[in-house]
């Protein structure tokens, strides 16, 4: 069973650091688009960040842009989004979905796509 498992949330205070984790058991993540989205209570669900399936190109949300950093260890089927600089807003339960679509990292930039897979999300909190 195709199956996407998010671990690396939990609470870290403004300014710290957290690194996702998104895993795939029963197919091989480099030959898909993996985005990072999240949803805070009462906000509708938002894409941050992208890597491409073609040429692991990267692509961010304005609102994350120079903090958060995405990348793959095709090695460990694992892709990660790093979280630095944290800040209040960035409080959401985060999802990676995988979609095996050329234009899947659209949602980073307010597109509409709808991915194939994806996973149960883990909370972030971020307060003092």
């Known amino acids: 069973q195709v199956q996407l498992v998010e671990s690396g949330g939990g609470l870290v205070q403004p300014g710290g650091s957290l690194r996702l984790s998104c895993a795939a058991s029963?197919?091989?993540?480099?030959?898909?688009?993996i985005g990072w989205f999240r949803q805070a209570p009462g906000k509708e669900r938002e894409g941050v960040s992208c890597?491409?399936?073609?040429?692991?190109?990267?692509y961010y949300a304005d609102s994350v842009k120079g903090r958060f950093t995405i990348s793959r260890d095709n090695a460990k089927n694992t892709v990660y989004l790093q979280m630095n600089s944290l800040k209040p807003e960035d409080t959401a339960v985060y999802y990676c979905?995988?979609?095996?679509?050329?234009?899947?990292?659209?949602?980073?930039?307010?597109?509409?796509?709808?991915?194939?897979?994806w996973g149960q999300g883990t909370q972030v909190t971020v307060s003092s």
């Open positions: 890597i491409s399936s073609s040429d692991g190109s990267t």
């Open positions: 979905a995988a979609d095996q679509g050329y234009e899947a990292c659209v949602v980073v930039t307010g597109g509409d796509y709808e991915y194939d897979y």
């Open positions: 029963e197919f091989t993540l480099d030959y898909y688009a």
